[in-house]
């Protein structure tokens, strides 16, 4: 795959060469078969039950030719009925079966959508939290939010209804045409000729809206980035006077963003009449050469009645099949931004033979390191440091002096470009992440404390704590008395970012729960 658009990199592009456009569908097929292939058996399933839905319907206008071309005469000539109310209980049979099989494939298909979901809404949950701080630091908190809410749904949608309809109208279409070619061979060959400008005006739509699909994911992510950074920092904001930039700034992202859906709808109007333009002619040849044909006693205007049914029927279809171009183009847009962060890799991956450290006793030990957030970029060059087990040690120095990679690196947020970072003389890539993160806490500057009580913020780092330990690792650091001020002192919840404590109080809660886990 070219690397341009490997993983996340390069996906604000809307201008993707043909190369790269075929290496991101294969991505993204990848995926989708992935994603099916636990479902075989109901896909399977359901393919069956629309064929056959499908062959019952396209029935209809064959049973009318045959009851007005035999039936009807029959009737007329000799007074015989039963022709005439065979073919009605034919007819009626085929159309209660048919919308009966179309019921139970809604269903069927319903399931399999609801399954597909789940499963891909699990996969980007459970992958993004595997994936390494470098990536996270990059990639913004309203992308990740973007790819789980906005792209997801635009897939459902192609699942939920789009892709029952290009399924049902190819295969119905493709049934009326065999069944048109049966009974009357030369009305086919009509709209075999009119399926031509058909493609055309298909072809030019499915291409033209590609691109525009794309920016429109592209704009859509940055409304999303700009909102979810303006309330996440709206402390700042408020503080800083930002509220008319940020509407600024905000106004014209939505205003690119409809521009951009300006431009689908566009895209949309030119195609639909189109494929009505070409639906009208074909019905109209039809019936024009059908009429001389009757003219001249050698068609039958039952048939002609039913070849000009089973055109129509022929184009009704499209009608579905443009709705699901139209949110097909937006799914795969979606479907390559979640591909692409699927495909994304830890850069600090997990070790193959882990080695375990029961007890760690705490010596760090910093072994010729050299570290760079980029290859133009060396924070730390050739650094050594030995910090023996119970020492307690305070950095010093400059802003950007790399005090807080050093921390990272011991946490193993990173690993060094050369050299290694030991605890108890092993190296942390070849330490087993249990015993790493039980032995190493890192306590950051800014005191995240999540949705739920004061109490389970404590023992985040160790879910099974009594209540007991988590009062005395709250006293230890000075926070009990004032938890037992709040509402419900352990049991408060502090809602989302911690917002009903301070800022120091929630540094305190950060510390205990660092207390707790009782690292080395």
Same mark, same amino acid.
């Given at each position: ?215 429109? +994911?592209? @704009?859509?992510?940055?409304? %999303?980035?700009? *909102?979810?950074?303006?309330?996440? &920092?709206?402390? #700042? =904001?408020? $503080? ?17 963003? +409809?521009? @951009?859906?300006?431009?689908? %709808?566009?895209? *949309?109007?030119?195609?639909?009449? &189109?494929?009505? #333009? =070409?639906? $009208? ?19 039958? @205007? ?219």
């Amino acid at each position: 795959m070219s690397t341009t658009v490997s993983g996340t990199s390069g996906e604000d592009r809307s201008d993707y060469t043909r190369e790269e456009s075929r290496s991101i569908r294969q991505r993204s097929l990848r995926l989708l078969g992935s994603l099916v292939q636990p479902l075989r058996v109901q896909l399977v399933l359901a393919a069956a039950v629309l064929v056959v839905s499908t062959a019952l319907r396209v029935a209809g206008p064959a049973l009318i030719a045959f009851g007005i071309n035999t039936a009807l005469p029959k009737v007329l000539d000799e007074g015989d009925w039963m022709p005439t109310i065979l073919v009605v209980a034919v007819y009626l049979t085929a159309g209660i079966g048919g919308a009966a099989l179309i019921g139970w494939y809604a269903v069927v298909a319903a399931r399999l959508t609801q399954a597909v979901m789940l499963d891909l809404r699990k996969r980007i949950f459970l992958h993004t939290q595997r994936l390494s701080l470098e990536f996270h630091e990059s990639y913004t908190s309203g992308r990740i939010i973007s790819r789980q809410t906005s792209d997801l749904d635009s897939i459902r949608e192609l699942l939920d209804g789009g892709l029952n309809e290009l399924v049902s109208g190819v295969l119905y279409g493709g049934f009326t045409l065999v069944a048109l070619l049966l009974l009357d061979w030369q009305s086919g060959v009509i709209l075999l000729v009119m399926g031509i400008p058909l493609w055309f005006i298909m072809r030019w739509f499915y291409l033209s809206s590609q691109r525009v699909y794309r920016e429109s +994911r592209v @704009v859509s992510a940055k409304v %999303i980035v700009k *909102f979810v950074e303006t309330m996440t &920092g709206i402390r #700042a =904001v408020k $503080a800083f006077r930002k509220e008319g930039r940020n509407d600024e700034e905000f106004g014209d992202l939505s205003s690119q963003y +409809r521009d @951009v859906n300006l431009r689908s %709808i566009k895209l *949309f109007g030119v195609f639909e009449p &189109g494929m009505m #333009a =070409v639906a $009208a002619v074909s019905v109209a040849l039809v019936l024009m050469w059908g009429g001389v044909r009757v003219a001249e006693g050698s068609l039958l @205007v039952g048939t002609l009645l039913a070849a000009v049914l089973y055109v129509r029927n022929f184009f009704s279809p499209l009608q579905e099949i443009a709705f699901f171009l139209n949110s097909y183009q937006s799914a795969t847009a979606a479907l390559e931004k979640v591909s692409g962060v699927l495909e994304e890799e830890p850069t600090v991956p997990d070790p193959q033979k882990p080695v375990d450290l029961w007890t760690a006793r705490g010596h760090v030990e910093f072994d010729e390191v050299t570290f760079g957030y980029s290859d133009d970029r060396i924070i730390l060059p050739h650094f050594s440091l030995d910090i023996p087990a119970g020492q307690t040690v305070a950095l010093v120095g400059t802003t950007g002096a790399g005090k807080s990679t050093l921390a990272k690196l011991v946490s193993r947020f990173y690993d060094p470009s050369r050299g290694a970072v030991k605890l108890d003389g092993v190296d942390l890539r070849l330490l087993h992440p249990k015993d790493l993160r039980r032995a190493i806490v890192m306590v950051t500057q800014e005191a995240y404390l999540f949705s739920g009580t004061v109490a389970d913020n404590i023992a985040l780092g160790k879910p099974d704590a009594t209540m007991d330990e988590i009062r005395a690792a709250a006293r230890a650091v000075g926070a009990d008395a004032f938890i037992e001020r709040l509402p419900d002192g352990y049991g408060t919840d502090v809602n989302k970012r911690g917002g009903r404590v301070s800022a120091g109080q929630r540094q305190l809660i950060s510390f205990a729960r660092a207390f707790l886990a009782d690292p080395a």
